[in-house]
């Protein structure tokens, strides 16, 4: 899913490499928890960073204050790449664990495009720009052959790769991935984790992913930040599962990831 910013922008166009993101002593306080305390993480174009952490970590609050949805202590500075100033808010993309909806509702992928791109209601049509938009970003994520099935028949798979690619409608500076690949089996995940790669090195995107997969990101993350409601470590893949409190979380001994 998209921010409802600059719409008419077209998959086509490369929009991206114009912002950084740098998080600045980030804390959120919510019912009386204190779930961050001074995170401080500056999020580069082209770069692949995943947050991982024990359940309750703060990782989601992380994204969900990136989005404007939580009250906040610190600063969240979007920094244009070219040029001087600052930018308030640039165009985000969103992919949530989880979508509720009907499954039995008829509502196609290509339906699911056009509402996005739409100002108005969807009815039995969908017009030729609708449908250019919707197959260059199904074809992005290697699911232009989904673009006539129907929501509710997707594998889960499926489902995470469709929602990425109406991330990208249209094409964002920054792209948050909020635990995509959960309940995916092997396969679904491994094509996942490589098409997010491929995305930000073609579209120079900052992408911040949340995950409980330390084993499956350490080949495609640039950088995986440890968090427990602050940053205990940040590196490279390598480095950061190396770390004690890591290895303890885990609960196992991970090899040294193939690094590419």
Known sequence: MNSPTDHHRG??????????????????????????????LHLHCGELTTLVGPNGAGKSTLLRTLLGEVPHTGAIHFLPVFGHG???????????????FD?????????????????????????????KTAREALSAVHAE???????????????????????????PNLLLLDEPVSGIDVPGREMFYRTVSELRQRFDLSILMVSHDLAGVTAVSDRIVFLNHRIVCSGTPAEVIAHPEVRRTFGFDLAAPNLP
């Open 11 to 40: 998959l086509a166009r490369h929009v991206c490499g114009e912002c950084c993101t740098q998080i600045e002593g980030i804390g959120v306080t919510l019912n009386g928890n204190r779930v961050l305390e001074n995170v401080s």
């Open 86 to 100: 600052r930018q308030d808010a640039p165009a985000m993309g969103y992919v949530p664990q989880h979508l509720e």
């Open 145 to 171: 052959h989904l673009i006539h099935r129907r929501m509710g028949e997707l594998s889960g798979g499926e489902l995470q790769r469709v929602l990425l690619a109406l991330s990208l409608t249209p094409v």
């Open 103 to 131: 499954r039995f509702s008829p509502i196609s992928v290509q339906d699911a495009f056009s509402s996005v791109l739409s100002r108005w209601p969807v009815a039995l049509w969908h017009t030729r720009r609708h449908r």
